[in-house]
């Protein structure tokens, strides 16, 4: 295991647990640890039995060593408690308090058990938080309802109030547990989902995030549910009025900090959303048995006016409703002769009776095995009539048997968003099918899960590290002449160029490089707005007038035909690390958004950054370009920006003719 991701296992499932300090005040957990298969004993110093509970007067008369210790004490006998049983040897613990109960005691505390607890190996889940709830039984402080049932979703939230929410969304998503982190003493989401990476009962991780405190664990967490193939969906808070840090390259000044945990996020194919539903429609298609493999979509509807939003909304949401192979097509019209001309979807309303064409349908369509997904659409409301609810039950039931006969990932979308019938939710239950509310959130959420690929490793195997210390005169932003020469050692092509410390240099030097030439005052890049450029220049003469006027000193560089302006950057999270960034460049960089993800990263990421971009990549050159970028904040974590704005896309070539590079100012230089 990664040190940085620490064990969980004793937390989620313990062989054995104890409750120290169980009264009707906390029946909720006492009910809730009963449920459990698991040995459960309390500690009462007067009270032999509370609410069902088996209790003994204290620690020492415990008979065997509980696992997992339930703290229900006030905070002034917390200590107490929890080192007894470290002592005994028991190793997991959970705190729903030492919160704002506690007053200032309570970050003293919690600090003094940290410390213990970090001494001898205990695993804690909070303080202030609401335990780990799973169902059949667990540490939850709150009412868990017999619609909280098993499944393949492990959760992580820092807040307790969303976790709660996991809890009572109804049978909807089957979780492996939910885990309330509350103010992460000892444990935190990155633990977690390290043990969902790990754990063979999870397919998808979600987690709640308020904020990140071990940065690179996070990243190691991610790296690791990327790589078993378990897909992170994530949805954060907190990111609005955070002031943008001060940059010198434009990659800076378009990569804050939220962009910087979203290009992370990108990195190992973490899905991120904006909304709680939005997390559990995902979750919902994620945690079922056959999620989808890709992005090719079909479909049988009641209504021809949905079949239409279906399928405007999947295009929107990287879906593809491809038209019917002929096969299939004539099939179709041979069965159903009502489909004149059937398109995917399918509108199957009024073709023949619901009992025959909808199952038959959905039938050809699997056999097909052009598809991926396969939709049954229909409106699904505890308020429709009852002869309605009939046939509606008969085409979920119908899809639930197609999809375990030709191993299709199903799904059945409503255009309502209000709770269904019972009998609807069993049928989902019975053959793992998912039941999304919207046609948007529906097409959302499949495209999410359809476009889910497993992600490159972030340790890039570059060979030996190339050696930049000549060209690194200084700390801050280097002139453009050497960071170009840096750039250059890593592969990027740059116009070619050279340095003139006098006028009388001029001529001859841009007549090698051919006219026209642009000339630069030797200094940092971005200096046209400061009349640090001068262009077209197209003989000797002009080019020693341009270099007087620009002091004498100055270099000379090959003039690149128009083209599409490109920027390819980098810049440094304190937090995160190196953020890769590509998107239109020159002087609209600040108005257009980029595509960053967190580097280093192989060829084919770069080029599907690339191609996110919106840029035509003719030459390769922007994705070689990123990876270069990459290995160059790998090899040299003193750099903390660069800027290759613009990189321009002509018809022969793509070649860079800005470069800026930025070295930490607290690092050393000879």
């Known amino acids: 295991m990664n040190e940085l991701l620490r064990p969980v296992n004793t937390l989620i499932d313990p062989a054995s647990s104890v409750i120290i300090g169980p009264s009707i005040r906390s029946a909720a957990v006492v009910r809730n640890m009963l449920m459990s298969t698991i040995p459960v004993m309390g500690v009462h110093p007067s009270k032999s039995d509370v609410l069902g509970l088996t209790c003994v007067p204290s620690i020492a008369d415990l008979q065997t060593v509980p696992e997992l210790a339930v703290v229900m004490v006030g905070h002034e006998r917390v200590e107490a408690a929890v080192y007894e049983l470290m002592d005994r040897g028991t190793r997991a613990f959970f705190f729903p308090g030492l919160g704002s109960e506690a007053g200032a005691d309570g970050p003293l505390i919690a600090a003094r058990i940290r410390e213990r607890a970090a001494a001898n190996g205990s695993m804690i889940i909070g303080q202030n938080c609401m335990g780990i709830a799973k169902p059949g039984g667990s540490p939850w402080i709150g009412s868990i309802s017999d619609s909280f049932v098993q499944g393949h979703v492990g959760i992580s939230s820092q807040s307790g109030s ?7 969304i109804g049978p909807r998503v089957g979780f492996r547990f939910i885990a309330s982190t509350g103010s992460e003493l000892n444990r935190d989401v990155s ?3 390290s043990f969902s990476a790990d754990d063979p009962e999870t397919r998808a991780v979600g987690i709640f995030i308020e904020t990140i405190r071990r940065p690179e664990a996070f990243i190691a967490a991610l790296e690791k549910c990327a790589q078993a193939g378990k897909p992170v969906v994530a949805l954060k ?26 290009a992370t996020l990108k990195r ?12 559990v429609e995902t979750l919902e298609v994620l945690g079922k048995k056959r999620r989808p493999r890709g992005v090719r979509i079909s479909g049988v509807s009641e209504s021809g006016g949905e ?19 002929d096969a299939t097509a004539v099939l179709l019209n041979k069965e159903f002769p009502n489909y004149l001309h059937p398109q995917n979807p399918l509108d199957a309303w009024g073709i023949d009776v619901p009992e025959v064409v909808f199952p038959r349908s959905m039938q050809i369509l699997a056999e097909s095995k052009a598809y991926d997904v396969l939709v049954a659409q229909v409106d699904i409301s505890r308020f429709r009539g009852d002869d309605e609810q009939v046939w509606c039950e008969m085409v979920v039931e119908s899809l639930g048997k197609t999809a375990e006969k030709f191993d299709i990932s199903p799904a059945v979308v409503s255009v309502h968003s209000v709770d269904a019938p019972q009998a609807i939710l069993d049928i989902c239950t019975k053959y793992e099918l998912p039941l999304l509310r919207g046609i948007n959130s529906a097409m959302a959420a499949l495209g999410r899960a359809g476009n889910w690929k497993k992600a490159a490793t972030l340790n890039q195997d570059f060979g030996k590290a190339i050696e930049i210390s000549k060209f690194v ?15 250059e050692l890593y592969g990027v092509p740059i116009a070619s160029r050279k340095r003139v410390t006098s006028s009388d240099q001029a001529g001859p030097v841009a007549a090698s490089l051919g006219f026209p030439v642009v000339v630069k005052s030797d200094g940092p890049a971005h200096k046209s707005a400061s009349g640090g450029v001068i262009l077209n220049v197209k003989s000797e003469a002009e080019a020693i007038a341009a270099v007087e006027k620009l002091g004498g000193v100055a270099f000379i560089a090959a003039q690149i035909p128009q083209g599409v302006e490109a920027l390819v950057g980098m810049v440094r999270d304190e937090e995160f690390g190196p953020i890769l960034a590509v998107g239109h460049g020159g002087v609209t960089v600040e108005s257009k958004k980029p595509v960053t993800m967190l580097g280093p990263v192989d060829l084919a990421t770069a080029q599907q950054m690339v191609a996110e971009s919106g840029l035509d990549d003719a030459h390769g050159v922007l994705a070689k370009t990123l990876v270069a970028l990459g290995r160059i904040a790998h090899e040299h974590p003193e750099i903390v920006e660069i800027d290759v704005n ?14 800026l590079v930025v070295i930490d100012s607290e690092s050393e230089t000879k």
């Open 162 to 168: 969303i976790a709660e929410a996991f809890t009572t």
């Open 191 to 193: 633990d977690f989902m």
């Open 237 to 262: 808070v907190g990111k609005s009025g955070v002031a943008k840090r001060i940059a010198l390259a434009h990659t800076g000044a378009v990569v804050g900090s939220n962009q910087a945990f979203s």
């Open 268 to 279: 190992f194919s973490a899905i991120e959303v904006e909304d709680f539903p939005e997390m």
């Open 307 to 325: 079949c239409g939003l279906m399928a405007d909304r999947a295009e929107q949401n990287g879906l593809v409703f491809s038209q019917l192979p």
């Open 473 to 487: 005169t200084r700390t801050g932003a280097l002139p453009e002449y050497e960071s170009a020469e840096i750039l």
């Open 646 to 659: 613009p990189m321009i896309i002509y018809e022969k070539a793509t070649i860079a003719v800005d470069a």
